[in-house]
């Protein structure tokens, strides 16, 4: 996608802007009357609202951060931006640059894909099967924006028509339970409008959303208004059946499961850290990424640098990743991993996610062994290393949703069935070392004791990959796990984090 981006993106006739100077143009206002004429200028149009996706502002970096920071996965260094430092210590101010940048990338990219919607129609020359699928790629994209939204911030305004001018911004807040029927219909729209692939399509491979990406996305839209009503969380006091977003999460899990597009289970084996390899990051496990190319450009949107906020700063290191070495110049430290976290949910040395995802030692420059414990100062997640690395720079792709995440919506979504305990009990396996295997969750369970273990096996299997807050969110568990077991006092932003001040300014419709 990045290629394609840095080829076409000329094309486009805009005024690209950024968070900082959000009074004097908001949201990226187009100001080419003249653009949707060809089949290349949708295909442009289309590559503009994915790169809307890769900022450094948005899922580059600060989406993580509010996905992880404040949880008990990672904490920070000392000299961290003070914008991380409040989501960290759950007291983020109005102006926090992190939050404000998020909400104002989402809706960037909401504003791109509404545009492309509202001038493709059936007057521009092109096959009508690539028009739908190019359509049906915007409304995912577009479900997936407000669906970080009304995550992170929840009530908040919806945009369903592009804004082209200052008159454009007023618009009032809508609910939680509007937000979430108009992400579901953009999905449902998604899904018909999107072809089925073949395994091996390039589209697959070129981080581009697919009739897949639509149905897990929509499961994942179901299971967090399922668990939010069932667990009691705030905001979600309009479902009023837990059991029918339950048996929708996992009607459309199921299609993931069962697709014909090549996405899969890994690997059946112990092989777990190929599943991470740089070269294996599109298709497979990986329904939807953030593409990033260290070549794509002079720009750090381009390539990423996610591993480097988590590998410790010790002036360059050597780490071993199957019979690659990968050489980092130097770790930027940034996020720090969680000590209480890492023993308490990696200390079983017969899961491989402790084993073969973790890394607890490294080679110095100097050819010094340094280990954790002892002078490596903390162990860190493999999840994002690229042998590959240039300096800071890394072709490693985000994943956004992952299969498995998918098998565990499922299983959570189903609760104790038969074919709910083969999927937990394959994650389990894979991820047990040959000689303990099988490794089998325990039969008989309850509803309530099979959810809470498969919720378990989310914190183990999804670490580091920035979901730990929404399911701590959707679960209710916010409080009960960060305070009760591991000390943190979370303050009024469990539920929801406040609109930032200046959106609140720039929208005299917000209250």
């Given at each position: 996608m990045k290629s394609l981006i840095n080829k076409i993106i000329a094309g486009i006739v805009l005024v690209s802007i950024g968070a900082c100077s959000l009074e004097e143009e908001p949201y990226g206002i187009v100001t080419s009357d003249q653009f949707y004429q060809t089949e290349e200028d949708v295909r442009a149009a289309l590559a503009h609202a994915y790169d809307a996706l890769s900022t450094i502002e948005y899922y580059?970096?600060?989406?993580?951060?509010?996905?992880?920071?404040?949880?008990?996965?990672?904490?920070?260094?000392?000299?961290?931006?003070?914008?991380?430092?409040?989501?960290?210590?759950?007291?983020?101010?109005?102006?926090?640059?992190?939050?404000?940048?998020?909400?104002?990338?989402?809706?960037?990219?909401?504003?791109?894909?509404?545009?492309?919607?509202?001038?493709?129609?059936?007057?521009?020359?092109?096959?009508?099967?690539?028009?739908?699928?190019?359509?049906?790629?915007?409304?995912?994209?577009?479900?997936?924006?407000?669906?970080?939204?009304?995550?992170?911030?929840?009530?908040?305004?919806?945009?369903?028509?592009?804004?082209?001018?200052?008159?454009?911004?007023?618009?009032?807040?809508?609910?939680?339970?509007?937000?979430?029927?108009?992400?579901?219909?953009?999905?449902?729209?998604?899904?018909?409008?999107?072809?089925?692939?073949?395994?091996?399509?390039?589209?697959?491979?070129?981080?581009?959303?697919?009739?897949?990406?639509?149905?897990?996305?929509?499961?994942?839209?179901?299971?967090?208004?399922?668990?939010?009503?069932?667990?009691?969380?705030?905001?979600?006091?309009?479902?009023?059946?837990?059991?029918?977003?339950?048996?929708?999460?996992?009607?459309?899990?199921?299609?993931?499961?069962?697709?014909?597009?090549?996405?899969?289970?890994?690997?059946?084996?112990?092989?777990?850290?190929?599943?991470w390899d740089v070269d294996n990051q599109v298709g497979n496990e990986f329904i939807f990424s953030i593409g990033a190319q260290v070549s794509g450009g002079e720009n750090g949107n381009d390539w990423s640098s996610i591993s480097m906020l988590q590998v410790p700063a010790l002036g360059g290191t050597t780490i071993e990743f199957g019979a690659d070495n990968v050489s980092i110049s130097d770790g930027w430290g940034h996020l720090t991993t969680e000590i209480p976290f890492y023993n308490q949910v990696f200390g079983d040395r017969n899961d491989l996610r402790s084993t073969d995802l973790i890394v607890d030692e490294v080679t110095l420059l100097d050819g010094t062994i340094s280990t954790y414990p002892g002078n490596l100062p903390y162990p860190f997640t493999l999840k994002y290393i690229d042998k590959g690395q240039q300096a800071d720079r890394s072709n490693h792709y985000l994943p956004v949703i992952r299969y498995t995440d998918i098998a565990l919506v499922y299983a959570e979504a189903s609760g104790p069935t038969t074919e709910a305990y083969d999927w937990v009990n394959r994650i389990r396996n894979r991820a047990t070392v040959a000689s303990e295997r099988p490794n089998n969750l325990v039969s008989g369970l309850s509803t309530e004791e099979f959810r809470e273990e498969v919720f378990m096996e989310r914190t183990k299997e999804l670490a580091f990959e920035g979901e730990r807050l929404f399911d701590l969110r959707r679960t209710n568990k916010v409080r009960e796990v960060l305070e009760g077991q591991y000390g943190k006092i979370v303050g009024q932003y469990a539920d929801f984090y406040e609109i930032p001040q200046n959106e609140q300014d720039l929208n005299s419709l917000i209250e």
């Amino acid at each position: 996608m990045k290629s394609l981006i840095n080829k076409i993106i000329a094309g486009i006739v805009l005024v690209s802007i950024g968070a900082c100077s959000l009074e004097e143009e908001p949201y990226g206002i187009v100001t080419s009357d003249q653009f949707y004429q060809t089949e290349e200028d949708v295909r442009a149009a289309l590559a503009h609202a994915y790169d809307a996706l890769s900022t450094i502002e948005y899922y580059g970096r600060y989406l993580y951060y509010v996905g992880v920071l404040g949880t008990e996965e990672f904490t920070l260094k000392a000299d961290a931006q003070p914008a991380d430092h409040e989501l960290d210590n759950w007291n983020p101010i109005g102006t926090n640059l992190v939050l404000s940048s998020v909400y104002f990338n989402a809706y960037m990219g909401i504003n791109r894909v509404n545009l492309l919607l509202s001038r493709v129609d059936e007057s521009i020359p092109m096959i009508d099967e690539e028009r739908n699928q190019i359509l049906g790629e915007a409304q995912f994209l577009r479900a997936l924006h407000h669906f970080n939204l009304v995550r992170v911030f929840g009530e908040v305004p919806m945009r369903d028509t592009p804004i082209l001018s200052v008159e454009d911004i007023p618009k009032a807040k809508s609910t939680i339970a509007d937000l979430y029927a108009f992400i579901e219909k953009d999905l449902l729209a998604a899904e018909l409008m999107m072809k089925d692939i073949d395994p091996g399509d390039l589209i697959s491979k070129d981080a581009r959303a697919t009739k897949v990406s639509a149905q897990a996305l929509l499961a994942k839209v179901y299971l967090h208004q399922a668990s939010s009503s069932a667990s009691g969380a705030a905001g979600y006091e309009y479902v009023v059946d837990a059991n029918e977003y339950y048996d929708n999460a996992a009607l459309y899990a199921e299609k993931v499961l069962n697709n014909s597009a090549g996405y899969e289970f890994w690997s059946e084996t112990n092989d777990y850290k190929s599943l991470w390899d740089v070269d294996n990051q599109v298709g497979n496990e990986f329904i939807f990424s953030i593409g990033a190319q260290v070549s794509g450009g002079e720009n750090g949107n381009d390539w990423s640098s996610i591993s480097m906020l988590q590998v410790p700063a010790l002036g360059g290191t050597t780490i071993e990743f199957g019979a690659d070495n990968v050489s980092i110049s130097d770790g930027w430290g940034h996020l720090t991993t969680e000590i209480p976290f890492y023993n308490q949910v990696f200390g079983d040395r017969n899961d491989l996610r402790s084993t073969d995802l973790i890394v607890d030692e490294v080679t110095l420059l100097d050819g010094t062994i340094s280990t954790y414990p002892g002078n490596l100062p903390y162990p860190f997640t493999l999840k994002y290393i690229d042998k590959g690395q240039q300096a800071d720079r890394s072709n490693h792709y985000l994943p956004v949703i992952r299969y498995t995440d998918i098998a565990l919506v499922y299983a959570e979504a189903s609760g104790p069935t038969t074919e709910a305990y083969d999927w937990v009990n394959r994650i389990r396996n894979r991820a047990t070392v040959a000689s303990e295997r099988p490794n089998n969750l325990v039969s008989g369970l309850s509803t309530e004791e099979f959810r809470e273990e498969v919720f378990m096996e989310r914190t183990k299997e999804l670490a580091f990959e920035g979901e730990r807050l929404f399911d701590l969110r959707r679960t209710n568990k916010v409080r009960e796990v960060l305070e009760g077991q591991y000390g943190k006092i979370v303050g009024q932003y469990a539920d929801f984090y406040e609109i930032p001040q200046n959106e609140q300014d720039l929208n005299s419709l917000i209250e």
